[in-house]
C-alpha cells in the first residue's frame, strides 16, 4: 500500500487489520465520520481505537506488522484527539489515541475509572507558510509568532520579522494566518508552545485543543492547513512534522530557550525530550509538557504523543491483548519511528512504561 493510499484511509478515518502487511509512510491528516467501534468488532477485529491523527502514519505501521506477526486484528480511527478522548470516556473504544493529555475534568467524567497515559513516540509541529521570494527557511521567535496569530503583526516586512531574518527579501503584503477549524491535538501542542513563551497569548486565545482565534481562517485538519497555505501566497499556518516534509512544505527555524533558530529534525525533537524525562518524578502520570525545553539542539514545539486506556479492565482477553500488542510497541516498534518522521521514545523511558503497563489490570476473560 502506497504513501497516497494511506492518506485516502486517514481521511476516511481508518486505520485497521486491513492494512496487515503494508509499509505504513501515510500523512497526518484530518478523518471524516467512519464506521462505529461497534461495526468493527462485528468484522472481527479484536481491538478498537480512535483519536488523534497526529500519530497517524506510526500506529498504522504498528498495527500492520502486528498484525502480520501475531495475528491480532486492531481498527484504529483517525478521528482527532477530543473524539478518541470522547469515545474512550463513553467506553465505545477499548484505547484512545491523543497529542493532548487528558485533563482532570475529563479524566473526572469517564465512566470506566481511572485513566492511563502511556506516551508513544514524539513529533513536532512546524511553522510553515508561502513566500515564493523567501529562498530560504525564515527565523522566527515565539513571541513573534504569537503576535501574528494574535493579529498584532500583519505584514511580512513587519520591522520585528525583518529583524531575525537579514537579506530575506520580505514583501509588504498582508499575512493570512490559518489554524485549524477544529479541535485538535496539533492546535494544544502549538498553543501550548504559545502559552508558554507568550504573556499576551496566554492571558488571551491560551492553551486547547479548540480555540477562539482572534484572526484568520480555519482548515480541516492538517490537509485543510496545509492545503490553504500551498495554494495562497502570503498565508501562514502550523502543521505537524512529517505532513510537513511530505508534502515539501518550506518550514520556519523557531528561536528555542537557549536562544538558538532550531530546524525541526527527528534529532532537534529527542533533544527536547532527553531534559524531560530526566526531571520526570517517580510518581509521575506521564501527562508532561516538552514546549520550551532547555538545551541549545532542542527543538521547541516538540511533544509526545499519548495512548489511553482504562486502569480496570472489564474484560480479561482484551487487557490482555491490548498490553501485549503495547508492550510490542514500546520495544519492537519503536524502531519504526524514525522513518516516519517521529523521534523514538528514550529507551529509559521505555523502561518505565514497561513497568506502568504492569499496572493494568483485567476483569474476566471472555
Not at 75 to 80: C, F, K, S, V
Not at 199 to 213: H, T, V
Not at 265 to 278: D, L, N, W
Request: with cysteine; charged share 15%.
Amino acid at each position: 500500500m502506497t504513501r497516497s493510499t494511506l492518506f485516502a484511509l486517514a481521511a476516511a478515518g481508518l486505520v485497521s487489520a486491513a492494512c496487515s502487511g503494508t509499509e505504513s509512510k501515510g500523512t497526518r491528516d484530518s478523518a471524516a465520520a467512519s464506521p462505529s467501534p461497534a461495526s468493527a468488532r462485528s468484522g472481527g477485529v479484536d481491538l478498537t481505537g480512535a483519536g488523534a491523527t497526529f500519530p497517524y502514519p506510526i500506529y498504522s505501521k504498528w498495527i500492520s506488522d502486528y498484525t502480520a506477526k501475531t495475528g491480532i486484528k486492531i481498527n484504529y480511527q483517525a478521528i482527532g484527539s477530543g473524539g478518541g478522548i470522547r469515545q474512550l470516556s463513553e467506553g465505545t473504544v477499548d484505547f484512545a489515541g491523543s497529542d493532548a493529555p487528558m485533563t482532570d475534568e475529563e479524566m473526572a467524567k469517564a465512566k470506566g475509572g481511572p485513566i492511563i497515559h502511556i506516551p508513544t513516540v514524539l513529533g513536532a509541529v512546524v511553522i510553515t507558510y508561502n513566500l515564493p521570494d523567501a529562498t530560504q527557511p525564515l527565523n522566527l521567535s515565539g513571541d513573534v509568532v504569537a503576535d501574528v496569530f494574535l493579529g498584532k503583526i500583519t505584514k511580512w516586512n513587519d520591522n520585528r520579522i525583518a529583524a531575525l531574518n537579514s537579506g530575506v527579501k520580505l514583501p509588504a503584503t498582508d499575512i493570512l494566518v490559518v489554524h485549524r477549524a477544529e479541535a485538535s491535538g496539533t492546535t494544544y501542542i502549538f498553543s501550548d508552545y504559545l502559552t508558554a513563551v507568550s504573556p499576551a497569548w496566554s492571558s488571551g486565545p491560551g492553551k486547547g485543543k479548540e480555540l477562539k482565534w482572534p484572526v484568520g481562517l480555519g482548515g480541516k485538519g492538517n490537509d485543510g492547513v496545509s492545503g490553504q497555505v500551498k495554494q495562497t501566497p502570503g498565508t501562514i499556518g502550523y502543521v505537524e512534522l512529517a505532513y510537513a516534509n511530505q508534502n515539501k512544505l518550506p518550514v520556519a527555524k523557531i528561536k528555542n530557550a537557549a536562544g538558538q533558530f532550531v530546524v525541526p529534525t527527528i534529532e532537534s525533537i529527542t533533544a527536547a525530550a532527553a531534559g524531560a524525562v530526566e526531571k520526570l518524578p517517580p510518581t509521575t502520570d506521564y501527562r508532561v509538557s516538552i514546549v520550551n525545553a532547555p538545551g541549545a539542539a532542542a527543538y521547541p514545539i516538540s511533544s509526545f504523543t499519548w495512548l489511553l486506556m482504562y486502569q480496570k479492565q472489564t474484560d480479561a482477553t482484551k487487557a490482555k491483548k491490548l498490553t501485549d500488542f503495547l508492550q510490542w510497541a514500546l520495544t519492537d516498534g519503536e524502531g519504526s519511528a524514525g522513518a516516519l518522521d517521529y523521534a523514538p521514545l528514550p529507551e529509559a523511558l521505555s523502561k518505565q512504561l514497561l513497568e506502568k503497563l504492569a499496572s493494568i489490570q483485567g476483569g474476566t476473560a471472555s
